[in-house]
């Protein structure tokens, strides 16, 4: 079963950026026929929404909560989707998952592959 493979995480002061990248665990996976989101879960809470963009890269979507903060792209030729996070804050303190699905969507059950995810902590 293919799995994908985030990085990226880390410990961040509030204000501080980090960049999370997400690959396919298996070289004949191709994520470029997939649209990608990326989903957090922060301690005690259910799992949300953050950001999703299309096949081609033409369609982007955010949380509000995240928006003019964060940029989710894709690089098809490297066969990796990228998450940059900026002006980060202490809420933003989750695990970080990236899935692949049929369509760019905020709802979890569009998405059939999923990452273990990556740790984002931020201290205020």
């Known amino acids: 079963q293919v799995q994908l493979v985030e990085s990226g995480g880390g410990l961040v002061r509030a204000g501080g950026s980090l960049r999370l990248s997400c690959a396919a665990s298996e070289r004949t996976f191709s994520i470029r026929r997939y649209a990608m989101g990326w989903f957090r879960q922060a301690p005690g809470k259910e799992r949300e929404f953050v950001a999703a963009i299309s096949w081609s890269g033409g369609g982007t979507y955010y949380a509000d909560s995240v928006k003019g903060r964060f940029t989710i792209s894709r690089d098809n030729a490297k066969n990796t989707v990228y998450l940059q996070m900026n002006s980060l804050k202490p809420e933003d303190t989750a695990v970080y998952h990236c899935?692949?699905?049929?369509?760019?969507?905020?709802?979890?059950?569009?998405?059939?592959?999923w990452g273990q995810g990556t740790q984002v902590t931020v201290s205020s």
């Open positions: 899935a692949a699905g049929g369509r760019a969507t905020m709802i979890e059950n569009e998405y059939g592959a």
